[in-house]
Every structure is written in C-alpha cells, then in structure tokens.
C-alpha cells in the first residue's frame, strides 16, 4: 500500500481549488493506511450549491451533493465536508 498522489476536490466536474471562491479552505493528509482531505466552505451562499467530489489516484472517487437553501436571517454557515480513502 502507498499514500495516494494525487487526492483533490472538483465542483460539478471541474478541479476546485481555494484560489475558485474566497472562504474555501482546503487540508489533506496522505499516509498510507488512510488519507483524508477536508474541504471548508466558509460562508455558505445559494451559489454554493454542487456536487462536491473527492478525487484520488489509487481509490474511487466520492460524492456529496450540497444543497444551500434561503437563510431568512442572512447569518452565514460554515460547512466541512471530509473524506477518506483507504489505500
């Protein structure tokens, strides 16, 4: 086994990165029993809405679906968002 070499998030199938919208933070740890990668979405916004997938070379891919609704009192939500893979 061996940590993977590439582990990354897309956003409705494209590459997304802290550099695509201000508030994402992005951490990953890749060893070789199980990597992780968090995705921090700070301030969530209607816009935020996507499927978000976790990208690695040497495991399935995995999905989660966000679905941001209306906020009546406009106080902004943080969300994390955190996969593993084992390898």
């Known amino acids: 086994a ?3 070499h590439s582990l990354y ?4 199938g494209r590459v997304f ?4 919208r201000p508030g994402i933070s992005l951490e990953s740890e890749k060893v070789v ?6 995705l921090f979405i700070s301030h969530v916004k209607m816009t935020d809405s996507a499927n978000y997938t976790c990208v690695s070379d ?5 999905s989660v679906q966000l679905v941001v609704r209306g906020n ?4 902004g939500v943080d969300v994390a968002i955190r996969y593993g893979s084992r390898g």
């Not at 009546?72 to 106080?75: N, P, Q």
């Open 72 to 75: 009546e009192a406009g106080v």
């Open 9 to 12: 998030w897309t956003r409705d």
């Open 2 to 4: 061996r940590p993977p």
């Open 33 to 38: 029993s199980v990597s992780t990668s968090k």
């Open 58 to 62: 040497i495991a399935k891919p995995d």
């Open 17 to 20: 990165t802290a550099k695509d």
